[in-house]
């Protein structure tokens, strides 16, 4: 349910993406928000969720739902979610690092690289 007040965190909740990727959203879209009654400190915010916060959430929501994956995998706390939302969150420098390194050596090299895979 989306309500006209929302916590970076119940955003969270309804997207399926994490709550600093939200906050990243906030920043970047624009969008309105006011101090959190009660919490101190100042960093607490609510996001006015108007019909452009609507939109957005709406077009996040749906390509997270219709990602189609391969048979066995869900979307539920997923190494794919996991995955996507590292590179939702990745700046685009880190972006452009991972995916030259990525083209350089391979999955397995990645894999090497991490000690999940051996280098027989």
Do not use: C
């Amino acid at each position: 349910m989306i309500k006209e007040r929302m916590t970076p965190e119940e955003l969270a909740l309804l997207t399926g993406y994490s709550r600093q990727t939200i906050n990243k959203w906030v920043r970047k879209e624009g969008w309105i928000t006011s101090p959190k009654p009660g919490v101190q400190g100042g960093k607490a915010r609510l996001v006015h969720v108007n019909e452009k916060v609507r939109d957005f959430i709406r077009s996040a929501r749906r390509a997270s739902e219709t990602s189609e994956l391969p048979d066995g995998i869900s979307h539920d706390g997923s190494l794919h979610t996991l995955l996507l939302t590292l590179a939702n969150e990745m700046t685009p420098e880190e972006q452009k690092q991972m995916t030259s390194l990525l083209m350089r050596e391979g999955i397995t090299g990645l894999l090497q690289r991490l000690g999940i895979r051996d280098r027989d």
